[in-house]
């Protein structure tokens, strides 16, 4: 079966998934998109728990401060090196999980981890960190945060 550029494009666009990957994906779903991101995803969650005993030294603390200053947060996560920490991945994961504890409040990392996604409910942060993981390559945890809320 032959695999047209564009959805390798589409799927790479959905996914983050690579060139190869893409491919790949498309042929043994036999050109269906939907059927192609699942792969994908089932793909990247393997890959992140092989990679869920690494140990993690490198990271970012991301704070987030919401509308009037009424709301803040501050999240420390943790990546295997500096260079993955300097990904647009990886910040982008950062802000999205500081701003999630702003808006959302949880009572712990698991809470966190199990909350659906404020920006698209079909995900977890927890699927979000492990899209991430695949992304980047490297293990990744979410080892605290604080959030404060004026006058509580």
């Known amino acids: 079966m032959s695999i047209s550029v564009e959805d390798i494009k589409k799927l790479r666009a959905k996914t983050g998934a690579g060139i190869a990957d893409s491919r790949k994906a498309l042929?043994?779903?036999?050109?269906?998109?939907?059927?192609?991101?699942?792969l994908v995803k089932s793909w990247?969650?393997?890959?992140?728990?092989?990679?869920s005993d690494r140990a993690v030294g490198a990271g970012k603390i991301e704070t987030y401060i919401h509308g009037e200053g009424k709301v803040g947060a501050m999240v420390e996560v943790a990546c295997e090196t500096d260079f993955?920490?300097?990904?647009?991945?990886?910040?982008n994961l950062a802000h999205e999980v500081v701003m999630q504890v702003a808006a959302m409040d949880p009572k712990d990392v698991n809470a966190l981890l199990k909350q659906e996604y404020i920006r698209d409910?079909?995900?977890?942060?927890?699927?979000?960190?492990?899209?991430?993981?695949?992304?980047?390559?490297?293990?990744?945890v979410i080892k605290k945060f604080v959030r404060f809320e004026l006058g509580s």
Request: overall charge neutral; aromatic content about 2%; glycine content about 10%.
């Open 27 to 38: 042929e043994e779903a036999k050109g269906d998109l939907k059927k192609a991101e699942e």
């Open 44 to 51: 990247g969650a393997e890959i992140a728990s092989k990679k």
């Open 84 to 91: 993955v920490a300097r990904t647009d991945g990886f910040k």
């Open 121 to 140: 409910s079909s995900k977890t942060i927890g699927t979000l960190v492990t899209e991430t993981i695949a992304k980047v390559g490297e293990n990744i």
